[in-house]
């Protein structure tokens, strides 16, 4: 992605049209990473609900892993997460780049 000058931004720093987070890989400056453990999941579909940044993939109504260059490693997913007789399936890692 080129930069443009301060001078062809828009005035106020306003932005002009919906839906730009798509065009940034906000996952870049994350520091824990969700990890999905398909063995404790019952597709409840809370990490979906709860995700922030619509960073939970779900196909065919099931969870279906992360969308890692939107995530930022908030772990309200994990959190959220009731798993399968406690254990959860989705944890926090430190993220290694
Ligand atoms: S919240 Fe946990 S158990 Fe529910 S769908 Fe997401 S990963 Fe699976
Ligand atoms: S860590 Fe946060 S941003 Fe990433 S998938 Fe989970 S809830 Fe969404």
């Given at each position: ?8 931004l828009?005035l ?16 870049d400056w994350?520091?824990l ?8 999941c ?5 990490c979906?609900?709860?995700c922030?940044d619509?960073?939970?993939h779900?196909?065919d ?28 399936a989705?944890v ?6």
């Amino acid at each position: 992605m080129s930069l443009k000058k301060y001078q062809d931004l828009a005035l106020g720093g306003n932005i002009e049209r919906g839906g730009t987070a798509v065009d940034f890989k906000t996952g870049d400056w994350r520091s824990l990473k969700p990890v999905y453990k398909p063995e404790n999941c019952i597709h409840c579909l809370f990490c979906w609900a709860y995700c922030p940044d619509s960073a939970v993939h779900v196909a065919d109504g099931k969870m279906a892993g992360f969308d890692l260059d939107h995530c930022k490693g908030c772990g309200i997913c994990a959190h959220e997460c009731p798993g399968k007789k406690g254990a959860k399936a989705i944890v926090m890692e430190p993220e290694v780049k």
